[in-house]
């Protein structure tokens, strides 16, 4: 719906302007009579400077980035924890919000808490914007009349989150590269240079050496079947695509990334560490532990790890220990399934799982950076004996024909 400013006077005459989102400009009107208000002036928002319709449109394809997410989340806590009630906040955060989507979302959500609705509700209206993790962390907050410290809590998170995948990409940009440009200078070689090579040789009636013999005969390969190639890679990927868009293709990608040698133990280790700081941060907000189970499973993002948390959460309902039930899956490791049993014991599961998820964290990503630390010698090191193969493969032929010419 479309945004409208407008100015208007109340009952003992005092002057009110701000922005409101109706239908029509008449139903705008109408809707500030029911308030109480006699309207002044009422007109499109988009009608003035600071309007940008296409780029709100793409916007609510899009949604808030993650840095926006956390900020408004920072800032409508410090507000809230400033006593100040819902609908002053959320005007507070319109007004300094630095887009013109931003700005008409929040306007949205003011709109709903000051119809009736909660908070949370109003968010649950945007669910490509707030995750369900975020709407259920905000209605506990509601419930137990915490919101400014759950939505604390939530920044913290979301920063974390953040953080973890910002230092992930930066530390895999290098090696990219060097893939890349790597295999940039392989296919120029090939494509350009080896043909060129072998034509003088035509020429000369001479035999290839064998390593220049090798890479005539992969360019050669390439640009016969060249075609075929790309269209069976195609297909390849695209019935592969396909494929694991089912749910016996899920079951198998799923089980085959905790299987693979050195990596399925890194990617085991962070979706637990994921599952425990949110199950931990939930229960931290009030919420029970089975509405927690239910959520916090989500944010594994692996389906056979999903199914025992699942099982482990009926086993809790029919009173049963989950730390036992997460043991005898075999998917959590013992550090985490330990601290969760003492965790229970002492009634603090909810410190347990930070912690330990904290620890795990630091875990993953030390061993995230050692990997990285020897990735790059070894990148170094194939790429230079590919290039170094190729490179010999082409002086070769050239040192034997300048023989000729003396």
Known sequence: MPVFTYRALDAKGRNFEDEIVAESSEAAREELRNKGLYPVAVRDAEAGPKSAPLRSAAFWKRGFSSAQLTEF???????????????????????????????????RIREDVNEGKSLGGALALHPRIFPELYV???????ASGTLGTILERLAAYLELQRNLQRRMSGALAYPALMVLTGFSVVFFLLSFVIPRVAKIFDR???????????????????????????????????GWIFWIRTEQGRWFLDNLKLRIPLFGNLYRMQA???????????????????????????????????????????ETHRGGEFSAALERSGHF???????????????H??????????????????????????VDPILILVMGVVVGFVVVAILLPLFEISQLIR
């Open 204 to 238: 000369a009636n001479r035999d290839l050496p064998w390593p220049t013999q090798v890479l005539i005969s992969g360019s050669n390969f390439l640009s016969d079947y060249f075609v075929f190639l790309a269209v069976g890679l195609v297909l390849l990927v695209a």
């Open 272 to 314: 637990v560490a994921r599952f425990g700081r949110t199950l931990g941060v939930l229960l931290a907000s009030g919420l029970p532990i089975l509405d927690s189970l239910a959520i916090s499973k989500m944010v594994i993002a692996n389906r056979v790890m999903e199914s025992s948390v699942e099982q482990a959460r009926g």
């Open 136 to 142: 259920s962390m905000v209605q506990a907050g509601e």
């Open 73 to 107: 989340t920072r800032q409508l806590a410090t507000l809230l924890n400033a006593d100040l009630q819902i609908i002053p906040a959320l005007t507070i955060l319109v007004r300094q919000s630095r887009t013109e989507s931003a700005r008409r979302l929040l306007l």
């Open 349 to 374: 599961l909810d410190d347990m799982l930070l912690h330990v998820s904290g620890h795990l964290e630091q875990e993953s990503e030390s061993t995230i950076q050692t990997m990285l630390t020897l």
């Open 333 to 347: 490791p013992p550090v985490f399934t330990d601290m969760v049993g003492v965790g229970e014991q002492s009634g």
